[in-house]
T-cell receptor, first 113, second 117 residues
Framework: QKEVEQNSGPLSVPEGAIASLNCTYSDRGSQSFFWYRQYSGKSPELIMSIYSNGDKEDGRFTAQLNKASQYVSLLIRDSQPSDSATYLCAVNGNSGGYQKVTFGTGTKLQVIP | GAVVSQHPSRVICKSGTSVKIECRSLDFQATTMFWYRQFPKKSLMLMATSNEGSKATYEQGVEKDKFLINHASLTLSTLTVTSAHPEDSSFYIC?????????????FGPGTRLTVL
């Protein structure tokens, strides 16, 4: 079982719709969760951090965390073509006594004009 | 803000030469920096974790004598690809950790695209 799992996609949504990106993780002791956006040929950019159960909203983005289910998601409202990118889920846990962030393989999002 | 820079952004070199890549945290101090490699259309692959003032921790399968890492200060880490070969051609990305304990975030540099001829 992978430590952080994401559907590779592509996930295609029409412009203006809500895009829902999902991620599951295996380490129940994980405390910090992140979503990164990576455009083709560019490095990842941090867009959301979430540390406690529930929802966290920032503009058109909402991160949702459910530690009991080991599940974290990212909702993008009013999706725009410029949101087309690969979205990486990252989970921070303890590995061998030190902090380690593990990345999922990413979900490719395509927003269709 | 949290800005991480990398230099150079792009480098082309001949096989057998060494290439040094610098990673700097510009507006915060980073006790830990990370080096990743990414091949086209593939996932990020963590190569090593760099801690200021101590030896880097390399991931399994990464040759520490080939990929030399120096974390000289709280704002600078360098990766040297020694005796580069065409198979080392890749996108190298560093990141720096800001914050302490569980409430920390990683910020990425813009990456360095290495082409070995």
């Amino acid at each position: 079982q992978k430590e952080v799992e994401q559907n590779s996609g592509p996930l295609s949504v029409p412009e203006g719709a809500i895009a829902s990106l999902n991620c599951t993780y295996s380490d129940r002791g994980s405390q910090s969760f992140f979503w990164y956006r990576q455009y083709s040929g560019k490095s990842p950019e941090l867009i959301m951090s979430i540390y406690s159960n529930g929802d966290k909203e920032d503009g058109r983005f909402t991160a949702q965390l459910n530690k009991a289910s080991q599940y974290v998601s990212l909702l993008i409202r009013d999706s725009q073509p410029s949101d087309s990118a690969t979205y990486l889920c990252a989970v921070n846990g303890n590995s061998g006594g030190y902090q380690k962030v593990t990345f999922g393989t990413g979900t490719k999002l395509q927003v269709i004009p | 803000g949290a800005v991480v820079s990398q230099h150079p952004s792009r480098v082309i070199c001949k096989s057998g030469t060494s290439v040094k890549i610098e990673c700097r945290s510009l507006d915060f101090q980073a006790t830990t920096m990370f080096w990743y490699r990414q091949f086209p259309k593939k996932s990020l692959m963590l190569m090593a974790t760099s801690n200021e003032g101590s030896k880097a921790t390399y991931e399994q399968g990464v040759e520490k004598d080939k990929f030399l890492i120096n974390h000289a200060s709280l704002t600078l880490s360098t990766l040297t690809v020694t005796s580069a070969h065409p198979e080392d051609s890749s996108f190298y990305i560093c990141s720096a950790r800001k914050g302490l304990g569980n409430y920390n975030e990683q910020f990425f540099g813009p990456g360095t695209r290495l082409t070995v001829l």
